[in-house]
């Protein structure tokens, strides 16, 4: 891609002219201060150049990008036995809903949404200390990045902390139904602390070369599991906007209401967009819109 550092720039251009930025996530009080003229673009090939425009440098609170780093460690240690726990489909709701969890009996629909995330980091907590965990998703993630400059914000910890009325609402659910082993304060813990991972675009796209699923890149997990992680990412990596994503992007991505989102071209490259500005869905605004013209501009995508 000889012309991808000029497609960067143009689209970081773009991206800084736009009038309407979105809402930063101002449910979380250390996000809601976050400024959200940022816009910052990553591209980490699989031939192992990498390419970035805007804020690049500038580290962001990944908080739900963190999901496709738990399901990693979840299923290499408990395979298909996370299943009978979590399901595998859209939810077509709000990531933060109860209304299908009471429907579903406690069973979240997939691990995506915050419940299933929640269940997730409950099932690989099984037997450790909350440090304990939170050390091997670092070093997962670091590992992944070759970054050892990858950190937990514990203000960004501790304002989630204070503030997750919604996620503590889930947890005791599915706590009443038997779905969550540990008590809930210590799985409500854990997920908090993994979500206020921070990194920069640079970073956050390299650590997803894990799942670019090509030759010379990090094998963390089997290929199987990358393709698993992949279709779920596809299917469910945007919430109630998943489809709508599909559909303009094709490609598979993750987002995370700091405004991140990691973004797989398969056998190609992994991509890392930030801009704290959210739509509806809690997704980035701009950042959505950059990694459709970086796909439309490529000609990127698992459709061919």
């Known amino acids: 891609m000889p012309h991808l550092p000029a497609i960067l720039e143009e689209i970081a251009a773009e991206m800084a002219a736009a009038p309407e930025r979105g809402r930063p996530a101002d449910y979380i009080p250390e996000l809601a201060a976050v400024d959200p003229n940022q816009f910052a673009i990553s591209v980490a090939l699989a031939d192992g150049q990498q390419f970035s425009a805007g804020d690049a440098a500038t580290k962001f609170s990944i908080q739900s990008v963190s999901k496709v780093f738990t399901l990693a460690i979840a299923l290499g240690r408990l395979g ?4 009978t726990r979590v399901g595998r489909e859209p939810s077509g709701l709000a990531f933060n809903s109860i209304l299908q969890l009471e429907h579903e009996q406690g069973r979240p629909r997939n691990p995506f949404i915050n419940a299933g995330a929640i269940v997730v980091t409950d099932a690989i907590l099984a ?10 998703l670092l070093r997962f993630i670091r590992t992944a990045a070759e970054d050892d400059d990858i950190h937990i914000n514990e203000s960004v910890a501790r304002s989630e902390s204070e503030t997750g009325h919604r996620n503590m609402a889930l947890a005791h659910f599915m706590r009443a139904h038997g779905n969550l ?11 908090f602390h993994q979500c206020a991972v921070e990194m920069t675009t640079a970073q956050l796209a390299r650590a997803g070369r894990f799942l670019v699923n090509a030759p010379g890149l990090p094998h963390l997990v089997s290929a199987t599991r990358v393709r698993r992680i992949n279709a779920l990412m596809m299917t469910c990596g945007h919430y109630d906007g998943s489809g709508d994503f599909a559909y303009r992007v094709g490609l598979p991505g993750k987002s995370g209401v700091g405004g991140g989102i990691l973004v797989i071209a398969p056998g190609r490259a992994s991509i890392a967009v930030w801009s704290p500005g959210l739509n509806a869905q809690g997704n980035s605004k701009l950042g959505t819109e950059a990694v459709e013209l970086l796909a439309r501009r490529t000609g990127w995508s698992v459709f061919g």
């Open 80 to 83: 298909d036995q996370l299943w």
């Open 181 to 191: 082993l540990n008590p809930p304060e210590m799985s409500l813990g854990a997920y």
């Open 127 to 136: 037997g450790h200390a909350p440090r304990e965990l939170l050390g091997e």
